[in-house]
């Protein structure tokens, strides 16, 4: 989701932001002092990401695993799809991710499934995986 700055409705009063149901489009809104009902006069602006970025990522040894960026990409979140040729599974989380199934630690992540992930930073995921040389795509927004 992008930033959102709540701005002051048109009695300079404060809003907060809700999310509505169908698309995460932001709102503002604020409650009437005396009837506690929600008035809609507060206006929100959606801000949008500074910078967007993509690329593939494989783990060249299955069992040991791999940095997402070995270098420092700041981003707000990252949508990991894995590899529609990919023959096993993919395992994304921390630095102590494991795809065996046994010891299995982060999300796994089938053929063409994807996945959000909230992070500051690429270099912050990992990727583990069952098969040599498979791996995910990535995109991110910051």
Do not use: H
């Not at 149901?21 to 959606?46: P, Q």
């Not at 991710?97 to 999300?107: E, F, N, S």
């Not at 270099?123 to 791996?135: K, Q, T």
Request: charged residues 20%.
């Amino acid at each position: 989701m992008a930033s959102e700055t709540a701005k002051k409705d048109n009695n300079n009063r404060k809003a907060s932001l809700g999310i509505t149901a169908i698309g995460e489009e932001t709102m503002g809104f604020r409650l009437d002092d005396i009837t506690k009902r929600s008035k809609t006069d507060a206006i929100a602006e959606i801000q949008g990401y500074t910078a967007v970025g993509n690329g593939i990522k494989a783990v060249t040894t299955a069992g040991t695993r791999v940095q997402l960026s070995a270098t420092s990409v700041p981003c707000k979140r990252v949508r990991i799809t894995a590899l529609e040729s990919n023959t096993g599974v993919v395992v994304v989380g921390g630095s102590t991710v494991v795809a065996a199934l046994a010891t299995r630690a982060g999300a796994p992540l089938f053929p063409t499934q994807f996945e959000w992930f909230n992070v500051s930073n690429l270099n912050l995921l990992y990727l583990d995986s069952m098969v040599n040389l498979e791996g995910v795509s990535f995109y991110y927004e910051n």
